[in-house]
């Protein structure tokens, strides 16, 4: 079974900064692509920005120019550091990466969110 937990979450002014933590645990062979999405209140979850395993990353327009992904293989964490942040960037963040398990299998997994709010 496999795990991700995100974190990192909070209140922010707008131009400020957020840095999310996305932790896998569980039994895991190795970690395909990992992404970002979030939700805002009445609007469906969009992704945000989303890494390889080759490092390949692609990131919504909205947030172009002000958000990075990276990601840690050794400790199977994922990171989106968020910059400049606007109100309209409140949402629930959310982990997502696909995983090869140390059983031979390959999941989906998601994590349960973080909510990141920026207001002044």
């Known amino acids: 079974q496999v795990q991700l937990v995100e974190s990192g979450g909070g209140l922010v002014q707008p131009g400020g900064s957020l840095r999310l933590s996305c932790t896998a645990s569980g039994s895991i062979f190795s970690i395909n692509y990992m992404g970002w999405y979030r939700q805002a209140p009445g609007k469906e979850r969009e992704l945000v920005a989303r890494?390889?395993?080759?490092?390949?990353?692609m990131y919504a327009d909205s947030v172009k120019g002000r958000f990075i992904i990276s990601r840690d293989n050794a400790k199977n964490m994922g990171y989106l550091l968020m910059d400049s942040l606007k109100p309209e960037d409140t949402a629930v963040y959310y982990c997502?990466?696909?995983?090869?398990?140390?059983?031979?299998?390959?999941?989906?997994?998601w994590g349960k969110g973080t909510l990141g709010t920026v207001s002044s």
């Open positions: 997502k990466a696909s995983i090869n398990t140390s059983n031979g299998y390959t999941t989906e997994s």
């Open positions: 890494m390889s395993s080759g490092r390949n990353t």
